[in-house]
């Protein structure tokens, strides 16, 4: 067993141009319905929430490392629990890749602050479990 | 349409490099489009060219270069003929 981690950082300002920009089509594009209602607050939608996301999203495709692969952003998910801590589920493709690749254990914390945010995810990472690995296909 | 992508890129991709100065098939990441950046080229991308890009072509290559999003452009001209 062996650890494989992803760490990104996103700019607050490139998601509320984001939203500003190409409104529902960005935020239905890239987020799952839990994840948007995660971030609505009664003054409206908070771009940092969703930049913290945008890069929980990085960092697990950092960890996961498909090789010039599409995978959805929105299988991936950062869903937030009642006491205010995150974590990460994966489904579709993102969760296939996963399994292939032997990762497991995902583990999730994001942050923002000073108009960036970020998120580190941590797998733990068993050759003894992959399905295969597509790096050593032919 | 080489000039068309770059403006769309000038504007939406947050390079650290004049995008008129790039040669085609430079990498724009390495010109400092973030990951971020490239939804953003995405989405105004197909608001200009009106097509949309599926899930199979949501991946690093196909935003890579300009060269390359004029491949995926033309393919998707193809696919999705507009009305």
Redesign the interface.
């Known amino acids: 067993m062996a650890p494989r981690v992803g760490i990104d950082l996103v700019s607050v300002e490139s998601v509320r141009e984001s939203i500003d920009k190409h409104g529902d089509r960005y935020l239905n594009r890239i987020y799952n319905e839990n994840e948007l209602s995660d971030c609505h607050t009664p003054q409206g939608i908070v771009a940092e929430r969703l930049a913290a996301r945008f890069a929980a999203k990085e960092a697990t495709l950092k960890v996961l490392r498909p090789v010039d692969e599409a995978i959805p952003w929105r299988t991936i998910e950062v869903v937030r629990h009642g006491a205010g801590w995150v974590e990460v589920e994966l489904s579709g493709r993102a969760a296939a890749l996963a399994a292939e690749a032997g990762l497991s254990d995902f583990a999730l914390s994001i942050s923002h602050e000073a108009g960036y945010a970020s998120a580190i995810v941590i797998a733990e990472l068993d050759l003894r479990n992959r399905r295969s690995d597509p790096i050593e296909k032919t | 349409m080489i000039e068309e992508i770059r403006k769309i890129i000038a504007e939406?991709g947050?390079l650290s490099v004049d995008v008129a100065g790039l040669a085609p098939n430079a990498d724009l990441y390495h010109a400092g489009m973030?990951?971020?950046?490239s939804?953003?080229v995405m989405?105004?991308l197909?608001?200009h060219f009106d097509i949309e890009f599926p899930?199979?072509?949501?991946?690093?290559?196909v935003f890579e270069s300009i060269s390359a999003i004029e491949s995926a452009l033309n393919e998707l001209r193809a696919e999705q003929p507009v009305s």
């Open positions: 939406h947050r973030t990951s971020h950046a939804v953003n989405l105004a197909e608001d899930d199979r072509m949501l991946k690093r290559s």
